[in-house]
């Protein structure tokens, strides 16, 4: 079976930084997109970044462009989410969701796209 399992959350001041990592294993593909997601309390989930592993293309959301950077390793089984210059703003609960489904991965990707979740780290911005 597919397990996506996030780690590196936690407390951190506003303006530090913090490294998220996903691994995902039981998942076969040849190309697929990989993405970040967060959900604060009392809000909608909503994506954060993805990327398109067929040939390392990326997507932001407006809020987050500058100061994280998604990426990959090789061959391809995690997911990295740099996050610099942290605001108050990004604490969250942030899940790594994968899919087969690579389409609309780096232009309007939506958290219906995605097939494999896991279960969340958090990640917590003191202001």
């Known amino acids: 079976s597919v397990r996506v399992v996030e780690s590196g959350g936690g407390s951190v001041e506003a303006g530090g930084s913090l490294r998220l990592s996903c691994s995902v294993s039981?998942?076969?593909?040849?190309?697929?997109?990989m993405g970040w997601f967060r959900q604060a309390p009392g809000m909608k989930r909503e994506v954060v970044a993805t990327?398109?592993?067929?040939?390392?293309?990326?997507f932001y959301t407006d809020s987050v462009k500058g100061r994280f950077t998604i990426s990959q390793d090789n061959p391809k089984t995690s997911l990295y989410l740099e996050m610099n210059t942290l605001k108050f703003e990004d604490t969250a609960m942030y899940y790594c969701a994968t899919t087969t489904f690579v389409r609309l991965c780096t232009r309007s990707p939506a958290e219906s796209d995605f097939t494999y979740w896991g279960q969340g780290t958090q990640v917590t911005v003191s202001s």
């Open positions: 990327l398109y592993t067929g040939d390392g293309g990326t």
């Open positions: 039981g998942y076969s593909y040849t190309a697929a997109c």
